[in-house]
């Protein structure tokens, strides 16, 4: 049974920093395969927040650049979100998922909260 679980999220005054953590297990594939990253759901959609992809290029979203770096860990199957410069609208839920062509389904965690006061 394949487990995402998100970590380090909380409540942080702008301009301050978070590092989230993600931790994958009972994947099929090594965990190098895999396409991951960071993501928040707006209705109706799926923004991408940073993800690195099998072939390790790197991919961010446009309000994150120069403020996040994602990195990854495969012998852990870990991903790491550091976070600093943070705005009152990074405020949101933040989901780690891992996906690969070479599957049917993608993997999705609960979710942790980062919550910027201004």
């Known amino acids: 049974q394949v487990q995402v679980v998100e970590s380090g999220g909380g409540l942080v005054e702008a301009g301050g920093s978070l590092r989230l953590s993600c931790t994958a297990s009972?994947?099929?594939?090594?965990?190098?395969?895999?396409?991951v990253g960071w993501f928040r759901q707006a209705p109706g959609k799926v923004l991408r927040v940073a993800q690195i992809?099998?072939?390790?290029?790197?991919q961010y979203g446009d309000s994150v650049k120069g403020r996040f770096t994602i990195s990854k860990d495969n012998a852990k199957n870990k991903i790491y979100l550091q976070m600093v410069s943070l705005k009152p609208e990074d405020t949101d839920v933040y989901y780690c998922?891992?996906?690969?062509?070479?599957?049917?389904?993608?993997?999705w965690g609960r979710g942790t909260q980062v919550t910027v006061s201004s």
């Open positions: 998922a891992a996906c690969s062509s070479r599957e049917t389904l993608g993997y």
């Open positions: 009972g994947l099929t594939l090594t965990f190098d395969a895999y396409t």
């Open positions: 992809d099998s072939d390790n290029s790197i």
